[in-house]
């Protein structure tokens, strides 16, 4: 039985794996620039150094960030000014946008890990540039083993009728086969996101 339930698992939790990481995989990304700490942006700059992957580039134009009240129309109060800037790799002209508080310098150094429409300041590295096709494989690994272990536990019953079955597993978490202890469903979440977050500080 034991054998019957892994099988089935897989067979249903691969693709439902493949199908929610998409909606899933942009959260990941998202999580990834928060967990980037500054000594792995200075490795992403040495390597877009050692590349060569460093352009200068000058400022095109500058205006205020202007923004209204949606429920008044009145313009609001802002100290936020916008820089475009542009610059060139291989005869090709590209232009970025900064935005700052305080007064913007005319030239500025830009860094770029593999496409050159992407350069960035060097704080800013790994925010353009993520590697989706990694993320979107780690969050279907992810999910795709969550549910194989579930369905395996919970039965058969567990895939006849999957969304009350989803449901029942966020209100009430789900009972391991060991001694039936109930385990909320919290705790199983809690311990995805450790998951990827050791996953994504690897890389």
Not at 21 to 45: C, D, N, Q, W
Not at 101 to 130: C, D, M, Q, V, W
Not at 135 to 151: D, N, Q
Request: contains cysteine; glycine residues 8%; aromatic residues 10%.
């Amino acid at each position: 039985m034991a054998v019957q339930n892994l099988f089935v698992s897989m067979l249903f939790g691969i693709p439902i794996g493949l199908v929610l990481a998409i909606p899933i995989t942009p959260f990941v990304g998202l999580l990834r620039i928060m967990l980037l700490s500054p000594s792995k942006r200075e490795k992403l700059r040495a390597q877009a150094e050692a590349k060569g992957h460093v352009v200068e580039a000058e400022m095109e134009k500058s205006y205020d960030d202007i923004r209204y009240d949606k429920v008044t129309g009145d313009q609001l109060p802002s100290n936020n000014i916008i820089g475009v800037y542009k610059y060139y790799v291989n005869g090709k002209k590209y232009k970025c946008k900064l935005s700052s508080t305080s007064r913007l310098s005319e030239k500025i150094t830009l860094y770029y890990i593999k496409k050159p429409r992407h350069a960035t300041t060097a704080g800013h590295l790994g925010n353009e540039e993520l590697p989706w096709g990694k993320l979107y494989i780690l969050a279907t690994a992810v999910l795709t083993i969550i549910f194989v272990i579930i369905g395996t536990m919970s039965g058969l019953s567990f895939w006849t009728d999957f969304p009350k079955s989803v449901e029942s597993l966020l209100r009430h978490g789900f009972r391991l086969d060991i001694g039936c202890v109930p385990v909320p469903a919290y705790i199983g979440i809690a311990a995805v996101l450790a998951v990827i977050v050791t996953c994504i500080k690897k890389r």
